[in-house]
């Protein structure tokens, strides 16, 4: 705490990266969230938007991300360029490694433009049919389009 009673003051957080913000590791943020000093290198995350595959896999606020990928993770950018790199590669999902509490899961988080392609390639198989459940014209089966009432 400063003298004035407030948090102590931990860098912006970068651009939002898989569904989360997340800072480097500073002082200020092991204070906050009291992590520890055996935790070497990563980034803290600030917060995780409710409807990422972030928060879906149970990533939360204070957990400290040290790989993501083959790569350790030193800051937002490092793990910026490591989902890239893995959706450059055509990989719709990327391993992360988490510290939280002395303990290191390991999980498997999508990027939201992933799992959007994933949702639409489920619903692709539908595609051909209106809500009413009518196939919509130009099947390539001889019928006729759907033009209005029968």
């Given at each position: 705490m400063t003298a004035a009673g407030?948090?102590?003051?931990?860098r912006p957080p970068g651009p939002p990266v898989l569904g989360?913000?997340?800072?480097?590791l500073s002082p200020d943020a092991r204070s906050q969230y009291n992590i520890p000093d055996?935790?070497?290198?990563?980034?803290?995350?600030?917060?995780?938007?409710?409807?990422?595959?972030a928060a879906?896999?149970?990533?939360?606020?204070g957990d400290?991300?040290?790989?993501a990928g083959d790569h350790e993770i030193a800051s937002a950018g490092d793990l910026a360029a490591a989902v890239a790199e893995w959706k450059h590669a055509g990989r719709t999902s990327i391993p992360?490694?988490?510290?939280?509490g002395g303990q290191m899961p390991r999980l498997s988080c999508r990027s939201r433009s992933t799992a959007k392609a994933a949702s639409r390639a489920r619903r692709g198989a539908h595609?051909?049919?209106d809500r009413r459940g009518r196939r919509?014209?130009?099947?390539?089966?001889?019928?006729?389009?759907?033009?209005?009432r029968p």
């Open positions: 407030a948090a102590p003051a931990i989360m913000q997340v800072a480097p055996t935790v070497k290198g990563g980034v803290v995350v600030q917060s995780v938007k409710g409807t990422s595959d879906d896999k149970g990533l939360e606020k400290v991300i040290v790989q992360i490694a988490v510290r939280r595609a051909a049919f919509r014209g130009g099947g390539g089966d001889g019928a006729r389009p759907h033009r209005g």
